[in-house]
């Protein structure tokens, strides 16, 4: 145990002096963004987004793995606070829940409202209708609910040089973190 303390220390400072002699030595490193205020950065130009959001999901008193598809189109590109970098996309997301006594499938239609903070971090809020269908062990249910729910998104442009974003999400009835692709 303390062989592998040492040697995770050991690795973070020879990372660390690489990390500083690159930078002496004036190795090009990921390109810097245009300096802009929180909260005004401009919005991105990507029309749709798709992602995988793998997750913790409850439908009535079971929890399971839920592994979320989503689909958004951005319908305003300046959206309700003209003061701030906001836009609003109207998403879709469904994908199968698993627990030990059944399966379902869960699925939701709803407004996400992005904030931009910065180039690198994306806040929202959701509200929409969401639901499931369960199979006969759970019950066979079909429910329709209101949704809402709040995340948050890393961009990952500078490190990666790809339109992607970790993404993740919290709502009454799913806890999920995933990845996302602009388009």
């Given amino acids: 145990m ?3 303390r040492m040697k ?3 690795m973070m400072v020879v990372a660390l002096l690489a990390t ?4 002496a030595q004036g190795v090009p490193t990921a390109p810097s963004l245009p300096l802009h205020d929180d909260w005004q950065w401009p919005a991105h130009t990507h029309a749709w987004t798709l992602g995988v959001l793998p997750g913790l999901a409850t439908i009535n008193d079971d929890t ?12 305003i590109d300046k959206g309700f606070a003209p003061d701030i970098s906001n836009q609003v996309f109207f998403e879709i ?3 199968p829940f698993t627990t030990s006594r059944g399966s379902a499938f869960l699925y939701s239609a709803h407004l996400r ?12 809020a959701l509200g929409g209708l969401g639901g499931n269908k369960t199979s006969a062990a759970l019950g066979g249910d079909f429910q329709l609910l209101p949704r809402f729910g709040a995340g948050a998104m890393l961009s990952l442009d500078r490190q990666t040089h790809l339109p992607l974003d970790f993404r993740a999400e919290l709502s009454r009835e799913l806890v ?3 990845v996302q692709f602009r388009l």
Avoid: P, V
């Fill in 113 to 124: 409202w992005d904030f931009r903070l910065n180039g690198d971090w994306t806040f929202y």
């Fill in 64 to 75: 399971g793995f839920s592994l979320q598809f989503a689909a958004a189109y951005k319908m």
């Fill in 93 to 95: 997301e469904g994908g």
């Fill in 20 to 23: 500083s002699i690159a930078h």
């Fill in 8 to 10: 995770t220390r050991l």
């Fill in 2 to 4: 303390k062989t592998c």
């Fill in 176 to 178: 999920a973190f995933g």
